[in-house]
C-alpha cells in the first residue's frame, strides 16, 4: 500500500459500507454491494483509475437500492479526499473520452476543492438488472460532494444504456487517474492561491 490510502467505514439506519481505497494500486479491487450492475461499475473505476479499492455494502435493498448507491457514493467520495491528503505534487485535473460500442462519453474532473456535479447524459429510466438508471447521477453527485472535486460527465453519442453507464464510468476512471498522477515538476499545491 502507498501512503495515499484511506479506510472509510460508515453506518447508518439504512446502508453500513466499508471502502478501502489506495490511489497508487494497479486496477485491481474485490466490490461486493449488493448490487451486481453496480459492482460491476466499481470494478471498471478500479481498473480504469489504477486504483486499489476494496468496497462491501450492507444495504436495505427490500426497498431499492438507492441508499446503498448514493451511500457508497458518500464513502468512496470520503476515501477519495482522504486518500488526496493535502494534494501536493498532484495534476490536479484529468479528463478522458471514453468509447463503449456506439457510446462515446467525457468526463473531466478537477480537485477544485468544492464539489460540483454536471451531468448531461441521455438515460432513458429503467433498469439494467436490478439497478435502476436514475441512480447513476446520484452516485457521481455523491462522490463529487464528498471529494470535493468538480466532475462533468458528457455524453457524445450512444444509445445502449448499459454502454454509456459504462462508458461513464470509464472515463471517470481516467480522468481520475489522470488527476491524482504526481506531477515531479509540480513543486506544492497546483494552485496560484496556494490552496486547494
Ligand atoms: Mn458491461
Known amino acids: ?26 486496477g ?8 451486481g450492475f453496480f459492482d460491476h461499475m466499481l470494478t471498471q473505476i478500479a481498473r480504469h483509475g489504477l486504483l486499489h479499492l476494496a468496497v462491501s455494502a450492507i444495504g436495505d435493498h427490500h426497498i431499492d437500492d438507492h441508499h446503498t448507491v448514493e451511500d457508497v457514493g458518500i464513502a468512496f467520495g470520503t476515501a477519495l479526499q482522504e486518500a488526496i491528503r493535502d494534494k501536493q505534487g498532484i495534476t490536479r ?37 436490478t439497478f435502476d438508471v436514475e441512480l447513476v447521477p446520484e452516485f457521481f453527485q455523491a462522490v463529487a460532494a464528498n471529494a470535493k472535486m468538480t466532475v462533468h460527465i458528457q ?20 480522468a481520475l487517474a489522470a488527476a491524482v498522477a504526481i506531477d515531479p515538476r509540480i513543486k506544492g499545491i497546483p494552485s496560484s492561491k496556494g490552496t486547494l
Open 93 to 129: 485535473y484529468g479528463h478522458a473520452i471514453v468509447p463503449m460500442d456506439e457510446a462515446l462519453i467525457l468526463c473531466a474532473v478537477d480537485f477544485s476543492g468544492r464539489g460540483l456535479f454536471v451531468e448531461q447524459l441521455a438515460l432513458k429510466s429503467g433498469k439494467i438488472g
Open 155 to 174: 455524453q457524445f453519442a450512444g444509445n445502449n444504456t448499459h454502454h454509456i453507464i459504462e462508458g461513464a464510468f470509464k472515463a471517470f476512471g481516467r
Open 28 to 35: 485491481e479491487s474485490e466490490i461486493l454491494t449488493g448490487v
Open 1 to 26: 500500500m502507498s501512503n495515499r490510502n484511506a479506510t472509510v467505514n460508515r453506518k447508518t439506519s439504512e446502508t453500513e459500507i466499508s471502502v478501502r481505497l489506495d490511489l497508487d494500486g494497479s
